[in-house]
């Protein structure tokens, strides 16, 4: 009876695309039956994240929030099959739990490639194991806070006065946005080396070289982060960061319109250290006096000026960010928020003219005007 059971779950693990390479070499701590289930329900679990499915039952359910942070990385991972999963290792933590390292690879022209390396916990039950992202495991030592409803996770530095503040801008923007509140669970970090290796990511060669990232999910009525922005201790905090963060959480990104999205976080947030009043302060020297210029121009062809390429700032997102503070004293943060929803950037920008047209009045071809009129009224 029990060959009969492997062969047939052998046989279901062989119709995966996803199929696991288990190496002859590679020692497993588990006998037969049980090398078949856990074979099949780990085929079944990359399969699953290959193809961006996040409803898998081989998804461990206490843990399945941290885990669709690892799930957003591994969507298309296979790229067509032509990467394949190799089982490097696995290491029985106990009775019910064990810690699994994978590969990515492929063979081109004789030589090995890889695209990930992978650690995943696979919780062995009574007919399946499930699997998850090793984030509770990695940070077992590490101190907490909770403050309203977002708790934050460190390694014991953390400023709570700048914590605070963001808690604070943080209730400001989604009450804007009108988003629903989330228990929020913040994981600091120093960099994106560190914010992979808390969800399970070796290395992936997408990101190859790259310094410093963060990243999201939301479950239900609660949401994890992990920032790796060389802020580990939270000793500053980018209002103008955390705008374009809450944002995302309320507008698909492909219907938003970038140009006025960063208009929002210059009059939200601020940007490289400026505020909002210091950035018009210094677009006004610029450009107050240079009376022929046409708006509608620089909305085509942006201009830089910021004191140096890094700590660059948009001409056009400053005219954008005094038209959204006109629509919100008269109007209401609604009608930013349509503006918000014009469209991605396009050339010629007619969806932005039409949408600005619809709520204002003001054509395409009386543009320039409006702006000159919010430039020539506004206060610093």
């Known amino acids: 009876m029990k060959?009969?059971?492997?062969?047939?779950?052998?046989?279901?693990?062989?119709?995966?695309?996803a199929q696991v390479i288990i190496q002859s070499h590679i020692k497993i701590p588990l006998d037969s039956i049980e090398q078949g289930i856990f074979h099949n329900s780990l085929n079944e679990f990359l399969l699953a994240a290959d193809k961006g499915n996040k409803e898998s039952e081989t998804i461990l359910k206490d843990e399945k929030l941290a885990t669709l942070l690892l799930l957003d990385e591994l969507e298309g991972i296979t790229d067509a099959s032509t990467f394949k999963p190799y089982l490097l290792s696995i290491q029985k933590l106990d009775s019910k739990a064990y810690l699994i390292q994978l590969a990515y690879s492929q063979v081109r022209n004789n030589e090995s490639y890889q695209k990930a390396q992978l650690t995943l916990m696979a919780h062995k039950e009574a007919n399946s194991f499930k699997f998850s992202t090793p984030l509770k495991r990695n940070?077992?030592?590490?101190?907490?806070?909770t403050l309203q409803n977002t708790t934050f996770y460190d390694q014991g530095n953390l400023n709570l006065k700048n914590a605070s503040t963001f808690i604070e801008?943080?209730?400001?923007?989604?009450?804007?946005l009108k988003l629903p509140e989330k228990s929020t669970a913040i994981y600091l970090t120093e960099n994106l080396t560190d914010v992979f290796n808390l969800i399970g990511i070796n290395y992936l060669a997408p990101y190859n070289g790259r310094r410093y990232a963060s990243t999201m999910a939301s479950l239900?009525?609660?949401?994890?982060?992990?920032?790796?922005?060389?802020?580990?201790?939270?000793?500053?905090?980018?209002?103008?960061?955390?705008?374009h963060d809450r944002l995302a959480l309320a507008v698909n990104r492909r219907k938003t319109n970038r140009p006025v999205d960063e208009a929002c976080a210059y009059l939200y947030?601020?940007?490289?250290?400026?505020?909002?009043?210091?950035?018009?302060a210094k677009f006004k020297e610029t450009y107050a006096h240079r009376k022929d210029i046409d708006w509608k121009y620089y909305k085509e062809y942006p201009e830089d000026f910021g004191e140096s390429q890094e700590k660059h700032l948009m001409a056009d997102y400053v005219a954008n960010a005094l038209i959204i503070e006109k629509l919100e004293k008269e109007m209401g943060f609604s009608a930013v928020l349509e503006l918000l929803n014009s469209g991605p950037y396009e050339k010629g920008n007619a969806n932005y003219y039409k949408t600005l047209e619809k709520l204002t009045g003001v054509s395409e071809e009386k543009y320039s005007d409006m702006v000159w009129d919010l430039i020539n009224s506004s206060k610093e």
Request: charged share 20%; no cysteine.
């Open 3 to 17: 060959s009969k059971l492997l062969l047939l779950i052998l046989i279901s693990s062989l119709s995966s695309n």
């Open 139 to 145: 940070t077992i030592y590490w101190k907490s806070k």
């Open 169 to 176: 801008k943080t209730t400001e923007f989604d009450t804007k």
């Open 220 to 243: 239900n009525n609660r949401a994890i982060i992990i920032q790796g922005n060389g802020n580990p201790s939270f000793e500053t905090f980018d209002t103008h960061d955390l705008w």
């Open 269 to 280: 947030g601020g940007s490289w250290g400026y505020t909002w009043e210091e950035i018009l």
